[in-house]
């Protein structure tokens, strides 16, 4: 089977596509960046002052809307925010307004958000997946989570970049392009890839650009951004978060979820995004499964969990192991049981089942999802989004093609055999015969992992160089998993993953708080050009 690629990754909208790629000059020097008055503020610092009255969600909402300016185009070039949201000023005007006269709603009042681009938002922000073949599509209404986000009182800030149509699109493609928003890059070394899909989520994220962001997975795209990058991701169970109005690959496995640079921050945003939602019929099992996750904040949240180590999804660099290693030393230090090996079965049998489910449901979905935007839409089927690409080759496939779209394209209803066969043995695989059967033989709360390795140079030529990760079980299984800081390797971040069952969220929010608050790895980036590699003696 051919290597998946999917397992990576206003005012600034028509900025050319083609730029982005950073050079090579060989330094760790790094790039001049200003200070940053809120450099590394959580949700609870910023609600602090709004409430003291020492800051305005009007003057937070700025001081970021100044710092994407400063850092996404200009200095570093991310590139990991495709589009501001003009409103975004008079919308926290409104809210400093309400909280004078009411009081704040909550813990996200006045709290700007960034919101990945394939998120509907039913206002003068477009909605692309990064494709030129969207440029301009305002749906509807809302998604689900974008409403959710405004009902708390949240800002949202705008679009952030990703890989194009979530990373589905080519079996070489480089994580963090978009044909829309250009190559998103690491802010440790600017070189270095952020990982995919919600490259710009985790980018903007771990350089201060936002305190928030809603990122969305598939197979990796929220967790991989989150250790490449160096901060908190959750990737929920699916059905805790509706997946209407988001731009789709499977109706089995696609949820979104939070990025941030705590745990903390992480289970408020989480907080704001769950709930029941009639568009989406997969979040009735989720129905009273949502919880005030910010009451699994224990800083002894480790001791007498019994935590299992899934060896198995790990080795694929040793340094990242060595860290591993000791963080479940740090884990039995805080008190935790600690079962190793306790590795999960059938794993390596997943990857052609699962792709051939992502097949079917993504032209199924996207088609659905393209229909949605009613008459105005150009694009209709996939077969239609394929031409597009071609048609606009210089623009959409300058490095690399499409050849996901084009089997995508050559699949036929969900009621076909094989795609029915596909879908029960990974349901069998990774729940009963996978992490159903170890999580219950070793009466575990949850398994650990390496989220993966450091993150690799960005190459337009042969595209991803992934080496590994372990987020498969929980995406194909659509279990929950939480990925939280776990150290540095030559100055890149490499994370940790807590694996769970079906709605244990709270379980797992208090398990990584644990060990983030003891082990505190989280350290901002200095947007270096390159890693920084010892000098050979």
Known sequence: MERRSFLGCGALAGVGALSGFPGTEGTSAPVDVPAFELDEATVAGLQQQMERGERSAEQITQAYLDRVAALDRRGPALHSVIETNPEALAIARALDGERKATGARGPLHGIPVLVKDNVDT????????????????????????????????????????????????????????????????????????????????????????????????????????????????????????????????????????????????????????????????????????????????????????????????????????????AAIADMKRLGAEIVDPADVPGIQELGDPEFEVLLFEFKAGLEAYFASLGPSAHIKTLTGLASFNEANREREMPYFGQEIVLKAQEKGPL??????????????????????????????????????????????????HFVGGNSTPAAVSGYPSLSV???????????????????????????????????RHRKPPRFLATAELPRPS
Not at 418 to 424: D, H, I, V
Not at 450 to 460: E, K, N
Not at 496 to 512: I, K, Y
């Open 122 to 325: 039913a206002d003068k922000m477009t909605t692309t997946a990064g494709s030129l073949a969207l440029e301009g599509s305002v749906p509807r209404r809302d998604a689900h989570v974008a409403a959710r986000l405004r009902q708390a009182g949240a800002v949202i800030l705008g679009k952030a970049n990703l890989s194009e149509w979530a990373n589905f699109r080519s079996s070489r493609s480089v994580s963090g392009w978009s044909a829309r928003g250009g190559q998103c890059r690491n802010p440790y070394a600017l070189d270095r890839n952020p990982c995919g899909s919600s490259s710009g989520s985790g980018v903007a994220v771990s350089a201060n650009l936002a305190p928030l962001a809603v990122g969305t997975e598939t197979d990796g795209s929220i967790v991989c951004p989150a250790t490449n990058c160096g901060i908190v991701g959750i990737k929920p169970t699916v059905g805790l978060v509706s997946r209407a109005g988001i731009i789709p690959i499977s109706h089995t496995q696609d949820t979104a979820g939070p990025m941030a640079r705590s745990v903390a921050d992480a289970a408020a945003l989480l907080a704001a995004l769950a709930g029941e939602d009639a568009r989406d019929p997969a979040t009735a099992a989720g129905r009273g499964k949502a919880a005030d996750y910010a009451r699994a904040l224990d800083p002894n949240g480790l001791r007498g969990a019994r935590i299992g180590v899934a060896r198995n999804m790990a080795g694929f660099h040793p340094d990242t192991d060595r860290l591993f290693d």
């Open 485 to 519: 800081p776990m150290g540095f390797v030559f100055g890149l971040p490499v994370g940790l993953s807590f694996v769970g069952r079906p709605w244990s969220e709270a379980l797992l929010v208090r398990l990584a708080y644990a060990y983030e608050q003891a082990t």
């Open 415 to 464: 009621t076909t055999p094989a795609y029915r066969e596909a879908l029960e043995k990974c349901q069998r695989l990774s729940r009963r015969e996978g992490l159903d059967k170890v999580l219950g033989a070793h009466k575990l709360d949850a398994i650990v992992a390496p989220t993966g390795a450091p993150a690799w140079v960005i190459d337009p030529v042969s595209g991803d």
